[in-house]
């Protein structure tokens, strides 16, 4: 199975300068807990709702003021659209993620993959296991 089979194509990349208010806005329409952030068209970093509570609210930021890509995270754990999904699990087990971007081969991001899609499916319901007792070793 591969990772496009089991990603949510329910994607939108936001500029590094939208507003982290307008983000969480666009978070709570699209109900995602993740967000691809991008500089000219290039992916550069991703905003979760944890950067959200962590990095702004709990610091005193202004949501109307900050933009993105000064709470966002840098370190992009993604994947090839066209990659095995049990590859892309090992991918998530290896760096502690509960989600990653999926990427087309030009790196332009097309979909996510989270914990919850791997469980759904049949073929990675056990990969997904995985990743979440790999996860729990850690926090």
Do not use: W
Request: aromatic letters at 2%; a negative charge.
């Amino acid at each position: 199975m591969l990772a496009r089979e089991v990603m949510s194509g329910n994607i939108k990349m936001i500029p590094s300068n939208t507003s982290v208010q307008a983000a969480a806005e666009l978070m709570r329409q699209m109900d995602v807990g993740i967000l691809p952030v991008a500089e000219e068209g290039r992916l550069v970093g991703t905003l979760t709702d944890r950067d959200i509570a962590v990095r702004a609210v709990a610091q005193g930021a202004d949501p109307k003021a900050t933009p993105t890509r000064e709470i966002m995270s840098r370190d992009v754990v993604s994947c090839y659209d066209d990659q095995d999904a049990r590859e892309v699990a090992r991918v998530m087990e290896r760096n502690k993620v509960r989600r990653v971007v999926v990427v087309n081969r030009d790196n332009e991001a097309i979909g996510l993959i989270s914990v919850d899609d791997l469980a759904v499916h049949p073929e990675t319901r056990m990969l997904a296991d995985e990743v979440v007792m790999q996860f729990s070793k850690h926090h």
